[in-house]
């Protein structure tokens, strides 16, 4: 009986939608397929709007309330106000209720754009999400106080919700590559809301938190580190090209460089003092040297990896990366010698500035099928940015073997690893126990 209920409802909600494009003339129908008489329209869609509303009451999942309050939006019943305000009372969840007050700024309800945005807040402070409805139909002063309340709730936001709210504000403020007439300069308005996101982007730029998986806009490696500022630094890139440059790199110190000048460049603009420039965290190499893997990071943390994993890959520092090094460990852990692991990720690169190589160690901690059946795997080699060769599948479980090796008849890599000392490089592994 829910789902022919759930049924009747999109089907009433379709209909409905339907009816109210009709009356309202629109144009992407043909003439034989609109309502000669209008007003018959609008009273048939307020009939069957009645209808959805007096079903939607009887609705007690939160989820299906949110869509039909959504379809309720688009009627044209003659109560769909009246209506749409039962679903903004504290007894609806904040989503809910949000989204009703968005479909009432629709109908342009003189409290809607203040009660809309404390809708927002109250929902972001336990479910932080990007306002994506909400700021498309504010006005310019609307928009002015959500970037306001982002603004007072940042710093109550976690790593991912931080994540999803940049990249929200520069998708949603970006320059289009080309612009329609082009040079058209912004309306006054528009021009003010797009600095107030700017200075909000720029606020981002010190904070250096990260999480893995990153991103993608960064358009590099998987394990690449998202860190709040590389984020806000892209985002930034969207809305003004011209004055933030974006920059990337699989190496920290030139990211974080690039991070100090964009900083210093707002606070010179202010009439501050810059901010000193981050020193090299590792010294450069003569080439002989290059290989040598001088930098390791393990997500989710160093705590959160067992021991005997950690006290491996720390015996890495120091040593040569070979084309034997992370099938070695991929073997090691195929082998059982890790038992609360489910999937191993790890990711060899160097850059063209002689300062070693970054082993990036990614963890899926987790209990493995006992026993493994299959592994799941993949691997990527790339040089100088281009792919060169890749591999993935599955494979039948055998103890103490990694199922895809570089050492197998690899030569390019062998080749590529014995290349020219700042020839750039990225070793990609991936492992994953399976039981089917």
């Not at 009451?57 to 209506?83: H, I, P, W």
């Not at 809910?96 to 007050?101: F, T």
């Not at 806009?217 to 969207?238: F, K, M, N, T």
């Not at 920290?252 to 690039?258: A, N």
Request: charged share 20%; proline share 10%; aromatic share 6%.
């Amino acid at each position: 009986m829910p789902h022919l209920r759930a049924l009747i409802l999109f089907g009433l909600g379709t209909f409905v939608h339907v009816l109210a494009r009709d009356a309202s003339g629109d144009d992407s129908l043909p003439a034989s397929n609109r309502h000669e008489d209008p007003g018959e329209s609008e009273r048939s869609s307020a009939r069957w709007g009645d209808i959805l509303l007096n079903l939607m009451r009887a609705e007690e999942t939160d989820e299906r309330k949110y869509a039909y309050v959504e379809r309720l939006g688009k009627s044209v019943s003659t109560n769909v106000v009246a209506a749409l305000r039962e679903f903004t009372n504290a007894r609806h969840p904040p989503h809910v209720r949000l989204r009703a007050w968005c479909e009432l700024l629709r109908h342009n309800q003189p409290d809607a754009p203040a009660a809309a945005i404390s809708a927002w807040r109250d929902l972001a402070l336990t479910r932080p999400s990007p306002p994506g409805v909400l700021m498309s139909r504010l006005s310019p002063d609307g928009q002015d106080a959500l970037l306001r309340v982002i603004s007072e709730l940042w710093p109550r936001f976690d790593v991912p919700a931080k994540h999803e709210t940049l990249h929200f504000l520069g998708a949603h403020f970006a320059t289009p590559e080309k612009p329609e007439p082009p040079e058209r300069p912004l309306a006054p308005d528009c021009e003010r809301i797009r600095a107030q996101a700017i200075s909000l982007l720029l606020g981002a730029l010190s904070d250096n938190a990260a999480c893995a998986p990153p991103a993608p806009c960064l358009g590099h490696s998987p394990l690449l580190d998202s860190r709040i500022c590389d984020i806000a630094v892209y985002a930034l890139h969207q809305i003004a090209p011209q004055h933030f440059p974006f920059f990337t790199s699989l190496d920290l110190w030139p990211r974080e460089l690039h991070v100090a000048a964009l900083i210093n460049q707002d606070r010179v603009t202010r009439g501050l003092e810059p901010i000193p420039l981050p020193g090299a965290s590792r010294p450069e190499l003569p080439p002989e040297s290059s290989l040598r893997i001088t930098q390791l990071r393990l997500w989710p943390s160093e705590a959160d990896v067992e021991t005997a994993l950690r006290e491996r890959l720390t015996a890495l520092l120091g040593s040569p990366l070979r084309t034997d090094t992370l099938p070695g460990i991929l073997a090691w852990y195929a082998d059982g010698n890790s038992q609360g692991i489910r999937s191993l990720s790890m990711e060899a690169s160097r850059t063209d500035d002689l300062r070693g190589v970054t082993l990036v160690v990614v963890v899926e901690p987790g209990t493995p099928p006992e026993p493994v059946r299959f592994w799941n795997y993949s691997q990527c080699l790339s040089f100088a940015g281009k792919p060169h060769d890749s591999c993935s599948g599955t494979k039948v479980g055998q103890p103490g073997q990694a199922p895809c090796d570089w050492r197998s008849g690899n030569e390019p890599c062998a080749d590529g690893l014995s290349g020219p000392a700042r020839a750039p490089f990225r070793l990609y592994s991936r492992l994953r126990a399976a039981d089917g």
